[in-house]
């Protein structure tokens, strides 16, 4: 026998079939999409601040913080402002490359730098570091001109610099430093056997300098490094007799550690100023500003018209001397000599620079009052993380290092 529902019980039912359809979404037109069921969301991007020291172009005029542009990897970054370093505080670290030193040029070159003893110490604090081979700190950081001097001089009366790139040239030439000539030694076994060494030492010494150049801390140092380099092409060194199949492997060796250090340099913030100084001209000749060159044998453009070289036969070649504002002449050869390219690479790199005399040093001193701390905004380096760095002020590039980046 069946019952009917109680009224109790059907009205229950009756206020949840009420409820359901009242949670029943509205029918959908033809045509129209679906609502979104996913909630929207905001996502976040960590912006820092961060800096790198430049040398605005020549002859710039005064420029706001909107004419300047910093590109990392291709992207535009916005610049918030632009410093003018002046008188700010420099970290000044000189490091003596024994191994890689001339010791014809090293009494010169230090004691050029003792002459500027005041200038160095004026632009923040000295720090000397002789490595020969191994690094040993000869003078703690100070300001003091006297404690550099007497550093400096004393160590340019020491046989620190063994030239060892040039030595196993020799030996690839089959002429060992200090030795007679092995002809079983001028063949090219034998002089991949020596370049062999050479890209040994050349790794061994970049990674050394690396390691113990601390991170900057004003983000305003400058490495002087005494060196006079090493080829990156050794085939510009040698006959093509004794040039080994492994050229082009040792170029590119070669050219990978001087961009590795060149990258730690920037991570720590540090610019390279190469000091490959020419050995100094004979005492009984004139000053190196005033010595007379031949036509033919002075590099690059001609400083003044060409007036001709007709005079009555027999009679010696005019002979004609440089302006007295033109630069010494072994200051112009730094393009011509192979063992000065990654020198000169380190500086480009870097932002920093090539001295070939000690009538340069002056000017170099100058130009760190005059660069540029830009101020742009970006996202965090990770450790280890390098980044193509670019600046631009009114469409003209400024020297800047070729990265910005973090060391691990």
């Known amino acids: 026998m069946q019952h009917a529902n109680s009224p109790r019980r059907l009205l229950p039912l009756a206020l949840l079939a009420i409820l359901a359809l009242g ?24 912006v820092v601040d961060t800096s790198v020291i430049v040398t605005p172009p020549a002859r710039l005029r005064r420029a706001s913080e909107r004419d300047w542009e910093v590109r990392e990897n291709g992207a535009v970054r916005k610049v918030d402002r632009v410093e003018t370093l002046g008188a700010e505080p420099w970290q000044i670290l000189i490091w003596i490359d024994g191994p890689l030193c001339a010791q014809a040029s090293l009494s010169r070159t230090l004691l050029a730098l003792a002459h500027q003893a005041e200038a160095l110490t004026a632009r923040g604090s000295v720090r000397i570091v002789a490595a020969s081979p191994e690094p040993k700190v000869v003078l703690a950081a ?53 370049l062999g060494e050479l890209r040994t030492l050349v790794e061994r010494r970049s990674s050394l300098l690396a390691e113990a150049t601390p991170a900057c801390e004003s983000d305003a140092c400058a490495l002087f490094l005494v060196s006079n380099g090493y080829p990156l092409d050794a085939d510009l060194r040698l006959p093509q007799e004794l040039r080994p199949a492994t050229s082009r492997e040792l170029a590119a060796a070669l050219a990978s550690a001087t961009d590795d250090l060149a990258r730690r340099l920037v991570s720590t913030r540090w610019l390279l100023v190469a000091l490959p100084f020419a050995p100094p001209p004979p005492g009984d000749e004139e000053l190196e500003a005033k010595q007379s060159i031949p036509k033919g044998a002075r590099p690059g453009p001609e400083p003044f018209p060409d007036m001709g070289d007709q005079a009555p036969p027999a009679a010696p070649a005019p002979v004609r001397r440089l302006p007295a504002i033109a630069p010494p002449a072994a200051a112009t050869d730094v393009y011509l000599l192979p063992e000065l390219a990654p020198l000169r690479r380190l500086a480009s790199l870097t932002a920093g620079a090539v001295l070939r005399v000690p009538e340069q ?25 390098t980044r193509e760095l670019q600046v631009f002020v009114r469409g003209r590039q400024a020297e800047a290092p070729a990265w910005i980046g973090r060391p691990r």
Do not use: H, K
């Open 23 to 46: 949670a029943a979404p509205p029918p959908r037109r033809p045509g129209t999409r679906p609502a979104p069921t996913t909630p929207p969301f905001e996502e976040s991007i960590e």
């Open 142 to 194: 100070t300001r003091e001109p006297s404690a550099v001097v007497s550093a400096l001089a004393a160590l340019s009366s020491q046989s620190l610099c063994s030239a060892e790139p040039d030595g196993l040239f020799w030996q690839a030439r089959g002429m060992p430093r200090g030795g007679p000539m092995n002809p079983a030694l001028a063949t090219p076994g034998g002089a991949a056997a020596a």
């Open 361 to 385: 040093l002056p000017p170099l001193f100058d130009s760190f009052a005059e660069r540029r701390r830009i101020w742009y905004r970006t996202s965090p380096l990770q450790p280890g993380e």
